[in-house]
């Protein structure tokens, strides 16, 4: 049975949405901001699974950048969160409506500013060269995620929280079908255990894209996007013979 919930992440700043499947499962999320409401997520497992299907992991990054990420897992016991209540389906439709609404108009602005010209301002109000200057440690993967940037490679920093434990858990995820591809990726493994370490904490999610497509780095940043805490890379999938 479909059930439809709400829940208040209190310590994200968030209202979150849900639709559940019979298992407990989300099949859509929508999260508002909760000082003014602003959607921050809009999410749809049927438009997730369409994207992972066809491999493309480019276009499923420029989704959760622009409806944020799907929490995975079941919610079952979710009534023992703070501010857990059950809603009805219409309440949720509004929501969802409201959510993709707004959503898809941002996109839709930042698409116009970005036809102009190559843009060096992320939606968080960060620069290129702030970001470069926070990719300084010589790691595995901060190292060519750096090299990309600064070569002109495409690049965004969202200005919504998640829990750093939700990443985790998608992006472990993920990882598994990425290796089953044969996709090669930089220092993956070890974001997903610094994501699943940190928990609760909040933290901002972020990407790079090298100009010719090779690599494409996901980023995870404090609350105050004053450091990066995990950066990992993934190339696209090999070229069928």
């Given at each position: ?11 994200y ?26 959607p ?6 049927a ?36 501010g ?17 609404t ?14 102009e ?16 200057a ?33 990443l ?7 990882l ?66």
């Open positions: 049975m479909t059930r439809w919930i709400r829940i208040h992440e209190s310590e700043g968030l209202w979150s949405y849900f639709e559940l499947d019979d298992e407990g499962w989300a099949r859509r999320q929508v999260g508002l901001r909760s000082s003014d409401h602003q921050m997520v809009g999410a749809d497992l438009e997730v699974l369409r994207l992972r299907g066809q491999a493309d992991f480019e276009a499923l990054s420029a989704y959760e950048h622009r409806y944020g990420v799907l929490a995975e897992g079941s919610f079952r016991g979710w009534g023992e969160a703070e857990a209540s059950e809603i009805s389906g219409d309440a949720f439709e509004q929501v969802w409506h409201h959510a993709r707004r959503l898809d108009g941002v996109a839709g602005t930042a698409a116009e500013a970005g036809s010209g190559s843009s060096d301002r992320s939606e968080a109000g960060m620069t290129r060269d702030e970001l470069s926070l990719l300084d440690e010589d790691t595995t993967a901060c190292r060519p995620a750096r090299a990309a940037l600064l070569s002109g490679g495409h690049f965004a920093v969202g200005d919504g929280l998640v829990p750093a434990g939700r985790g858990s998608a992006y472990g995820m993920r598994r079908r990425i290796r089953l591809r044969g996709q090669q990726t930089l220092a993956l493994e070890e974001t997903v255990s610094i994501l699943q370490r940190a928990a609760d904490e909040p933290v901002r999610t972020g990407e790079i894209t090298a100009t010719d497509r090779s690599w494409t780095f996901m980023l995870f940043l404090d609350a105050t996007a004053s450091t990066v805490l995990a950066c990992g890379g993934v190339s696209p999938p090999p070229a069928e013979e």
